[in-house]
């Protein structure tokens, strides 16, 4: 590759990926699982009553920022936010996972 060829990946040895079931109270016997709009969630949410929940951006807004998994602001004031597209799965999917920033 440094030299400017192509790289093979060989993933034949690597060992079967196993199934994590959730423990959801939300999980559907079909395993399906509902998600929440923004606003739904912010009623479904339960706090101490000293917290204020705001929705900052949701799916709607923003539809490459799917399943969000980790966020951070930068010393520009910018939020950046790693979404995974096939979150909770263990492998990665580069061609949909995003790495955006508002």
């Known amino acids: 590759m440094a030299q400017g060829g192509e790289?093979?990946?060989d993933d034949s040895n690597l060992p079967k990926i196993k199934e994590v079931?959730?423990?959801s109270h939300r999980h559907q016997s079909d395993a399906s699982h509902?998600?929440?709009?923004g606003e739904?969630?912010?009623k479904a949410h339960e706090s101490s009553g000293r917290l204020?929940?705001?929705l900052f951006a949701s799916e709607e807004q923003?539809?490459?920022l799917v399943k969000p998994v980790q966020m951070n602001w930068d010393t520009k004031g910018r939020l950046w936010v790693s979404a995974w597209m096939n979150y909770p799965q263990r492998h990665p999917d580069a061609r949909r996972d995003k790495?955006?920033?508002l």
């Open 62 to 64: 923003f539809p490459e």
């Open 40 to 42: 739904e969630a912010i």
């Open 21 to 23: 079931k959730t423990k």
């Open 52 to 54: 204020q929940v705001t």
């Open 34 to 37: 509902p998600f929440l709009s």
């Open 7 to 9: 790289a093979k990946v």
């Open 99 to 101: 790495l955006r920033h």
